[in-house]
T-cell receptor
């Protein structure tokens, strides 16, 4: 039981390049989330999903797109990376939407030059 | 809009001290509040979750309290150890919306 895994662990991009971050969970959770964490700030929700085939915007969705084609996977895409998207990205999943804890992946560190 | 603040941003204490970390939130209409631990380069691990109807939760040397009316929560760590060194984050789930709102965290260092 690996929990929540994220790929890649670290990536450097040039401005304007695109990439996809992959999140996978093996706990059969319905709900999945993408956050970003910037220095001195808490985590901020980018997008989330309440089930396979559904996605919704969080607090800071601009510049990102997501897809949940399979229940166990949640993909975060950057179509045209900008330096402001330099951050650490965390994926999380949960069994319920509010009453229980979220389980977090180890994070992906992204540097956009 | 819910805002969550954690004070202090950093704290250094000698081993064995009892300590309190503070979390405040602006909207008292919350569903629950969680405390997380984050080790350098790692993800978050949930420590304690307090439902809005509860006043406190305990796990080992950790005790978290919740005062909704004043918009405050505290995390009490008894007999601190070097292994407690980490960043501690609190997060609030408001009644409105499906999002967790996180504080900026308190970076704790426990010196041997």
């Amino acid at each position: 039981n690996a929990g929540v895994t994220q790929t890649p662990k670290f990536r450097v991009l040039k401005t304007g390049q695109s990439m996809t971050l992959l999140c996978a969970q093996d706990m059969n959770h319905e709900y999945m989330y993408w956050y970003r964490q910037d220095p001195g700030m808490g985590l901020r929700l980018i997008h989330y999903s309440v089930g396979e085939g559904t996605t919704a915007k969080g607090e800071v969705p601009d510049g990102y797109n997501v897809s949940r084609l399979k229940k166990q996977n949640f993909l975060l895409g950057l179509e045209s990376a900008a330096p402001s998207q330099t951050s650490v990205y965390f994926c999380a999943s949960s069994k319920t939407l509010g009453g229980e804890t979220q389980y977090f992946g180890p994070g992906t560190r992204l540097l956009v030059l | 809009k819910q805002e969550v603040t954690q004070i202090p941003a950093a704290l250094s204490v000698p081993e064995g001290e009892n300590l309190v970390l503070n979390c405040s939130f602006t909207d008292s209409a919350i569903y629950n509040l969680q405390w997380f631990r984050q080790d350098p380069g790692k993800g978050l691990t949930s420590l304690l979750l307090i439902q809005s109807s509860q006043r406190e939760q305990t796990s080992g040397r950790l005790n978290a309290s919740l005062d909704k009316s004043s918009g405050r929560s505290t995390l009490y760590i008894a007999a601190s150890q070097p292994g407690d060194s980490a960043t501690y984050l609190c997060a609030v789930r408001s009644n409105a919306g499906n999002m967790l709102t996180f504080g900026g965290g308190t970076r704790l260092m426990v010196k041997p």
